[in-house]
């Protein structure tokens, strides 16, 4: 028993030794190919990235995201030029048809809070950014400061 | 996005370093500044878990946030590190002391391995740098909640708690908001290369910890096997948490495995504190943190009495870390961090068990997110049991499998979250990051025990002949470094967009404007505007430009011809435009 369980476990030695042997090269191989591979791939998606961030505006780059979200950017430039430090302001996505319409276009508020802090949204705010909605919802005390032909506008509630 | 910006981001990167090196002295100390150099990733680690985790908690505590709560806090862990670390007599060493501990292995093998992550490092940094910001969490509630601590100096509850993922901890903002106070404004664009510096610092802390205990082949083959994946490609400089909870896990998962053999306590000090990091970077870091701590326990079982209260505590300290969140969570009634259905609640979905744990195996080995590495991690773990290894190759199964369960458990504990690879509807890919990045340093150490000894008659003689000296190699590592940046060079310069941009110079006919002055605020802009349509140019109007000013001017124009003689018109009435490009 003692001599089949010594063969044994050196038969075992010799087999684990044998696959180490294999198996260690070829993992590295593998890695190192693998490596070799993804490096100049890599740097070519990267360069390609650098090149296409490179080729934006100023304001397309700091819009990004926003440019699937906001029918038009230049209610948010408005809404930043216009609203006073210390005022609040919210959005308004309303059910009008508006041309350029994102399919995130829900997510209005979220990429306006994002763009426009510090300032604060509320929803009793003043300044109304609308996009398709009504702006006589908001009562006779309203003036358009900006709006476009397809359904976006800076509004202001007064007094 | 100007070199100022760039500039500040680097200072700040600079001070996390310095921070760190106070963490490092107290823990361990350095024998000469060679050995400092290897570890300084490391040391760059442990200094942004350290003052980011007391950023984070300052700002619970109530102090205002600032440059000079950044400052304090990092130079105090300089400060505080280093007076510990003298008095547990981890003395500096004189500047041109000799190294004491060498890297493992022909140096060319590493010059190689550095140069190759050199010019990685280097294509991540130029695609960095310019990057817009299209990453949604971060448009969602990273960034604004940065500003929101920039603008407003604490965790303004407004912002705080309306904000998407209110329960995430601020670790990152305080990290995103800090960079906005060093680039002097809110470039969300140069803030990508903070997440840069991360990843440097990542690679680094491998390469520098492991670089004197596993043959260099090994080492930079397997580093750059897994920071080569998809995923850190494409998100390595992306501003979300993701990649920086998995470079805390991976580091804390390097301190315990090399604790496990080499029961140095420095190494149980740097897991802790990174796993504290990890733990306040993101809510799924406690689950990593502990699926880590768990096959630390699993893998020393045999050893239980002398091994499990270090390791243990380990786990209590990241649990710890997060109790001062959570109160403030549940002051201020904002609801905990847990999955809305409980930590149990999934007992109530088994329906949903095999389809998240199929999920989370097809993007471990479907290769197009992480290649082959969670495939080779597993044929190392073998290969290592073959040679005989015990300890470490449990642990990585261990690991392997809690870790799995766990990015499962996730997915199962969100009855109403997709199963799908889709990452906007399911955060599976980027969370198995947590599972996988580790592997970085597990891979090498394994492949290292399962080295067979006889091994290196058959090694190519060239690398065993290759000079050792250091020179040839940094030579090479500077050549490869430079001829990167030079061939993007000859390609033009790099461009540092402003706001100048906002305005530019009519040049050609299609969409010029007559703009007759810009403004910061909207009363003189309206009165040069009721000045100008009174003098006949009835069509002019107050319009926003993408700089926040406004312009008052007359658009449409479409030839240069056309709006040149409007020019003429505007002068003769006493008025002076430009004519600016729409």
Excluded at chain 2, 88 to 113: D, E, I, N, S
Excluded at chain 2, 513 to 525: E, S
Aim: glycine fraction near 10%; charged fraction near 15%; charge should be positive.
């Amino acid at each position: 028993v003692t001599q089949a369980a010594k063969y044994e476990r050196q038969s075992s030695t010799l087999w684990q030794r044998a696959a180490t042997r294999i198996g260690v090269p070829v993992v590295l191989l593998i890695a190192v190919v693998t490596a070799l591979v993804q490096l100049p791939r890599a740097l070519r998606s990267l360069g390609d990235r650098a090149t296409r961030s490179s080729s934006f505006n100023y304001d397309d780059r700091l819009f990004a995201v926003g440019n699937g979200i906001i029918p038009n950017k230049q209610l948010l430039y408005e809404a930043k030029a216009w609203i006073p430090q210390g005022s609040t302001y919210r959005v308004q996505v309303g059910s009008r048809p508006v041309s350029g319409a994102q399919p995130l276009m829900a997510y209005a508020g979220l990429f306006a809070t994002y763009y426009l802090m510090p300032l604060r949204p509320a929803p009793d705010g003043r300044w109304v950014l609308c996009i398709g909605c009504d702006p006589s919802s908001l009562g006779s005390h309203v003036t358009t400061l900006w709006s476009d032909k397809q359904g976006s506008a800076l509004l202001r509630i007064n007094g | 996005m100007t070199i100022a910006a760039i500039a500040g981001l680097f200072a700040l990167n600079l001070l996390l370093l310095l921070a760190g090196a106070g963490v490092l002295s107290a823990a361990r100390g350095w024998s000469s500044w060679v050995e400092f150099g290897r570890l300084a990733g490391l040391a760059y680690l442990a200094g942004a878990a350290t003052v980011g985790v007391l950023l984070a908690l300052e700002l619970m505590a109530g102090v205002p946030f600032g440059l000079a709560s950044i400052l304090l806090t990092a130079l105090g862990t300089l400060a505080t590190g280093s007076v510990v670390g003298r008095a547990l007599g981890h003395r500096l060493p004189p500047m041109r002391g000799a190294a004491t501990a060498h890297a493992h292995g022909p140096f060319l093998v590493h010059a190689v391995g550095m140069a190759l992550a050199a010019v990685y490092l280097e294509a991540q940094f130029r695609a960095g740098r310019l990057a817009g910001l299209f990453e949604w969490d971060a448009m969602a509630f990273w960034i604004p909640k940065a500003k929101a601590l920039y603008y407003f100096g604490g965790l303004d509850l407004e912002f705080f708690k309306s904000l998407p993922g209110p329960s995430y901890p601020p670790l990152v903002p305080s990290f995103e908001a800090a960079a906005f106070e060093f680039m002097g404004s809110t470039d969300s664009i140069t803030l990508h290369l903070f997440f840069w510096f991360t990843l440097a610092g990542f690679v680094a802390t491998i390469a520098g910890v492991l670089a004197t205990r596993v043959r260099p082949l090994l080492l930079w083959a397997t580093l750059l096997f897994v920071v080569l994946t998809p995923v850190i490609i494409d998100h390595a400089v992306s501003a979300l948490a993701d990649l920086l909870l998995d470079y805390f896990i991976g580091a804390g998962t390097l301190m315990v495995v090399l604790w496990l053999r080499e029961r140095r306590r420095w190494q149980i000090v740097l897991a802790a504190i990174m796993f504290s990091g990890a733990v306040m970077t993101k809510r799924e870091g406690l689950l990593l943190t502990a699926c880590v701590v768990a096959a630390a326990l699993i893998a020393t079982w045999s050893r239980r009495r002398c091994d499990w209260p270090p390791l243990l505590l380990v786990g209590a300290l990241a649990a710890v870390v997060t109790i001062p969140w959570r109160v403030w969570l549940a002051a201020n009634g904002i609801a905990g961090q847990g999955p809305q259905i409980g930590y149990f609640g999934f007992l109530h979905h088994l329906d949903r068990a095999w389809p998240s744990l199929k999920l989370t195996l097809k993007v471990l080995f479907d290769g197009d997110y992480w290649l082959v590495v969670p495939p080779l991690f597993l044929a190392a773990i073998v290969l290592a049991f073959l040679a005989d290894s015990r300890t470490l190759p449990l642990f990585g199964v261990s690991f392997f499998v809690l870790a799995t369960l766990g990015c499962s458990w996730m997915t199962m504990s969100f009855p109403d979250m997709p199963i799908t690879t889709n990452a906007s509807m399911n955060p599976i890919v980027r969370l198995s990051g947590g599972l996988v990045v580790p592997m970085a340093g597990l891979l090498p150490l394994l492949l290292e025990r399962a080295w067979p000894t006889d091994i290196r008659g058959r090694i190519p003689a060239v690398l065993l002949r290759a000079p050792r000296h250091q020179r040839v190699g940094w030579a090479l590592v500077a050549v490869v470094a430079l001829a990167y940046p030079l061939t993007a060079i000859a390609g033009g310069a790099p461009r540092f967009p402003s706001t100048a941009e906002c305005a530019q110079p009519a040049t050609h006919d299609g969409n010029i404007q007559l703009v007759f002055a810009t403004f910061d605020r909207g009363a003189p802009a309206l009165a040069l505007l009721n000045r100008v349509r009174k003098t006949g140019f009835v069509q002019a109007q107050v319009i926003g430009d993408a700089c926040g000013r406004l312009e008052v001017a007359v658009p449409g124009y479409t030839t240069l011809a056309g709006a040149e003689s409007a020019v003429g018109e505007a002068r003769r009435v006493g008025l002076n435009p430009t004519l600016q490009q729409g």
